[in-house]
């Protein structure tokens, strides 16, 4: 067993079609929303800010998609967790970049977590749609058939 690992990340191209179906998604709701999509080590593959979004809208944008991807779960699903424990709302607030509103939402492949995306700039209820929205590009990407990486070599080597 080779003493690494091999990981599966978003890919540029993926992530600018789901940053542009949340686009799609928030401009029929009529939200003006700052949009991130980070890959699954939490750096930022591509974003999105309307001209006139507040500048806090971009970074909370990318703290959503940060504590989706560093926790494997959307941001939605903190509150109800939290909010009958005193002692873990007040740690976790410690936490740089944790949000535990909705607009967060990890993207996945099966078990492998490859990404997420955030959303900022309507109620966290439209950031919520918004984000998974562009999740459910991301499944469509899933769904579509893809080529190999063997049958690229293959056609390749003939």
Do not use: N
């Not at 179906?21 to 939200?31: D, E, N, R, T």
């Not at 002692?87 to 970049?97: E, F, M």
């Amino acid at each position: 067993m080779p003493p690494y690992l091999d990981v599966r990340t978003i890919t540029l191209a993926a992530a600018r079609e789901v940053l542009s179906s949340a686009q799609q998604f928030a401009h029929g709701i009529g939200v003006r929303p700052a949009i991130a999509v980070l890959d699954r080590a939490g750096e930022l593959v591509t974003f999105d800010r309307l001209d006139g979004v507040p500048l806090l809208c971009a970074e909370l944008a990318q703290d959503k998609a940060h504590s989706a991807i560093r926790f494997g779960m959307a941001t939605h699903e903190w509150w109800p967790m939290i909010a009958s424990d005193p002692a873990l709302v007040h740690g976790l607030s410690k936490l740089d970049r944790l949000v535990v509103f909705g607009g967060g939402v990890p993207l996945v492949d099966g078990a492998d977590m490859v990404g997420a995306i955030g959303v900022s700039g309507g109620s966290a209820e439209q950031d919520r749609a918004i984000a998974e929205a562009g999740e459910a590009a991301w499944r469509q990407l899933l769904a579509e058939p893809h080529e190999s990486k063997q049958s690229r070599e293959r056609k390749v080597d003939v």
